[in-house]
């Protein structure tokens, strides 16, 4: 009985290990290096700890965790994202411990709505309403990502759906860009939404240096010039502008409409002042989905899924997909900074990308290096805020018309 | 139709949802303005709505 038993079959982790081919060994080392880094960020701050702590264990333990499975294949006990046989899924419900989250809440978009529903009762809206104009231009330019990707991703041998869904990571918002994948690349959602959720720090770290490549420091530090009359904004209109917004929103784009409501029914509870239901999302629900979405984006990040061949032009594709978008948003600023006559600050672009709030605090940041008087942010927030609804327009328009196209 | 067709049309008509989307806030705003500040919105207006009541005046 004890003959079977050697090194590897005691600890199957590291017996798989060294089992492995030299590329499928060093993506495993590889991974659980970049998972142990993404905690320490995280830790430190660098990058989003409530995301990045739960996802980076989470790569570091499923790239040590596989083991050999009854049927004799390498496997593991957390989760199977490949699995579209029912009686298979339903077998695996069972045995999968993070299956029932994945299936239930991951693969059906449900953890992206709560997400959407967070970031709803988060938003406060009348700095975008009150210049309603300017803040859908900027969110517009900052969309620039969104479109140029898509012929570039094509022009790379990708079908449309794969373009427009890795395209979508230029709009810098994690839940849209696994709503759309998974209606449009169901094979190829799950790196995908990986990559834009890894690349969301990429805001963080990389838009700064972009600020201070594109615009100059006498221009980074303007005081944008106040209007004459500050329109107050009060609930009853911003409570009117969401349910309003979403009927339009999902009698154009029925397809996105499980977005649409969970964003503005969470800015209309904020706004109606339903204070249990407020709490209740902004705390457990947002917080509780967040870990679950971190936690899973980790687990899904074991080596055989990471060495699929599409993966290596997606993670290009994202990245620059982001830098496009920041571009964008920097020129539509450029193009306000000059038909106001030089007295609008064009760094206040770049937080057209939907980041929210983090793309408008780079760009708060940016602003006071230089001239710790100017405030820009309340600018910066309404043209965040819009960014969000341009990205959900745009995810409308994209999976309503590619299935129709193709 | 090609890629660079179908993100042509995408673009226009994200561009023309999302301004439609921004003259729904400003009429919502403006709309839900009190009266007297809605007349200061429409500055123009109100100096239209004054030379028309003097020509009614004169004619009278």
Redesign the interface.
């Known amino acids: 009985m004890m003959g079977n038993l050697n090194f590897g079959t005691l600890f199957q982790g590291l017996g798989t290990l060294f089992d492995s081919d030299t590329t499928l060994l060093v993506t495993r080392v590889g991974l659980i290096v970049l998972g142990l880094l993404l905690v320490y960020l995280g830790y430190k701050k660098v990058l989003d700890a409530l995301l990045m702590v739960p996802m980076g264990l989470g790569m570091a333990t499923i790239n040590a965790a596989i083991m050999i499975m009854p049927d004799g294949k390498q496997g593991n006990l957390f989760v199977d994202p490949l699995l579209t046989d029912t009686d298979a899924l339903f077998n695996m419900l069972q045995i999968d411990w993070l299956q029932p989250i994945y299936t239930f809440t991951f693969s059906n978009g449900l953890i992206a709505c709560f997400i959407f529903m967070g970031i709803g009762v988060l938003l406060d809206v009348s700095y975008?309403?009150r210049r309603?104009?300017l803040?859908?231009?900027l969110?517009?330019f900052a969309?620039m990502g969104t479109?140029?990707i898509?012929?570039i991703a094509?022009?790379m041998g990708m079908s449309?759906n794969d373009?427009a869904s890795i395209a979508m990571v230029g709009g810098a918002d994690g839940p849209m860009v696994l709503f759309t994948s998974m209606v449009l690349s169901k094979d190829l959602f799950v790196p995908i939404t990986i990559i834009a959720y890894l690349y969301l720090g990429f805001t963080y770290g990389g838009y700064p240096y972009l600020i201070k490549l594109m615009v100059p420091k006498h221009i980074r530090g303007i005081q944008p010039q106040k209007p004459k009359?500050v329109?107050q904004?009060?609930a009853?209109?911003k409570l009117?502008?969401a349910v309003?917004?979403c009927v339009?929103l999902c009698l154009?784009f029925p397809v996105a409409g499980p977005l649409f409501f969970s964003l503005f029914v969470g800015i209309a509870v904020r706004e109606a002042e339903i204070t249990p239901i407020v709490d209740f999302i902004k705390g457990p629900l947002l917080y509780g989905s967040t870990f679950f979405l971190g936690s899973l984006l980790g687990i899904l990040c074991e080596a055989h899924l990471i060495l699929n061949p599409k993966v290596l032009p997606l993670l290009i594709l994202g990245i620059l997909a982001l830098l496009i978008s920041g571009v964008g948003g920097l020129i539509g600023g450029y193009i306000i900074y000059f038909l106001s006559g030089k007295k609008f600050n064009p760094v206040i672009g770049i937080a057209g990308v939907s980041c929210v709030p983090s793309t408008a605090k780079v760009a708060q940041k940016a602003v006071s290096e230089v001239n710790p008087q100017a405030i820009i942010l309340p600018d910066a927030l309404g043209a965040n805020i819009?960014g969000v609804?341009?990205t959900a327009?745009?995810t409308g328009?994209?999976v309503t018309?590619i299935p129709m196209?193709t | 139709?090609n890629?660079?067709g179908?993100?042509a049309?995408?673009?226009v008509?994200?561009?023309a949802?999302?301004?439609a989307?921004?003259?729904?806030?400003?009429l919502?705003?403006w709309l839900?303005?009190p009266k007297d500040q809605r007349v200061?919105l429409f500055g123009f207006l109100k100096v239209f709505k004054s030379n028309k009541q003097s020509d009614l005046s004169e004619t009278v």
């Open positions: 975008m309403m309603p104009f803040s859908i231009f969110a517009l969309e479109f140029a898509v012929p094509s022009a449309l373009s009359k329109m904004i009060t009853g209109q009117l502008f309003v917004m339009i154009l819009s609804i341009t327009i745009i328009l994209y018309l196209l | 139709m890629t660079i179908f993100v049309i995408c673009v008509l994200a561009f949802i999302g301004f989307v921004a003259a729904i806030i400003w919502l705003c839900m303005q200061k």
